[in-house]
């Protein structure tokens, strides 16, 4: 079985702050997936970012970036200068090596503050 | 290019009617996902179909639940009688099935209220 937690379930930050959203993910599988989505308040949910476990660089998108480390069985993200916009629940997800199972974690429900 | 399309997007129904949420993947993609997601149980897959053949439906609560894909742009999700805790948001996906470990992208969700 494969497991994914995102402890913190709700992060309140002021506009500006940095702010890194913890994933911690459990599976037997040497090759797997990992992914964030964000669910906006409208309710859909955006793809954000997907990793291959063999592949252990670190990210950037604008003022996203993503810390993969596999020793530690983590994948976290983190916003930097974050804007009121950013106000979402983010998922973290890993899918196993055969493609026919997304375990989502439970969400990280981010609010910014103006 | 289009994304996933749901609809409806909300549909509000009485215990006992027929609901049918319908969903239309992305074109090209051959492989579409029915997922739930409510407060108590987060995200969870229903069923899935690879090109229009169900594959896993495991995740179906019970026998109330049923969809199909009669091809490859259209699938439904039909709950037939409809229950209160059936209340959820049900969303869709879709994925190429050229490689199985490809990223699944939803589409907006549709929202179903049970009174």
């Known amino acids: 079985a494969q497991k994914v937690t995102q402890a913190q379930t709700e992060i309140s930050v002021v506009e500006k702050e940095d702010v890194t959203l913890d994933c911690v993910y459990e599976?037997?599988?040497?090759?797997?997936?990992l992914f964030w989505y964000k669910q906006p308040p409208s309710g859909e949910l955006v793809f954000l970012i997907r990793?291959?476990?063999?592949?252990?660089q670190n990210e950037i998108s604008g003022r996203y970036s993503w810390n993969f480390q596999k020793s530690t069985s983590s994948f976290n993200f983190t916003i930097t200068a974050s804007q009121v916009v950013d106000s979402a629940v983010y998922f973290c997800?890993?899918?196993?090596?055969?493609?026919?199972?997304?375990?989502f974690g439970g969400g990280t429900r981010l609010m910014v503050k103006p | 290019d289009a994304g996933v399309i749901q609809s409806p997007r909300h549909e509000v129904t009485e215990m006992g009617q027929e609901v049918t949420l319908r969903c239309k993947p992305i074109?090209?993609?051959?492989?579409l996902f029915w997922y739930r997601q409510t407060m108590m149980r987060g995200l969870e897959l229903l069923i899935y179909?690879?090109?229009?053949?169900?594959?896993?439906d495991s995740g179906m609560p019970e026998d109330r639940f049923s969809a199909k894909m009669p091809n490859a742009s259209f699938s439904t999700l039909k709950i037939q009688p409809s229950e209160p805790r059936d209340s959820a948001v049900y969303f869709c996906?879709?994925?190429?099935?050229?490689?199985?470990?490809?990223?699944?992208?939803f589409g907006p969700g549709t929202r179903l209220t049970v009174l």
């Open positions: 599976t037997r599988d040497t090759t797997y997936y």
């Open positions: 074109s090209g993609h051959n492989s």
């Open positions: 990793r291959n476990s063999f592949d252990e």
């Open positions: 997800a890993l899918l196993n090596n055969a493609g026919n199972m997304l375990t």
């Open positions: 996906a879709s994925r190429k099935a050229s490689r199985l470990t490809d990223t699944q992208y």
């Open positions: 179909f690879n090109n229009n053949v169900p594959i896993d």
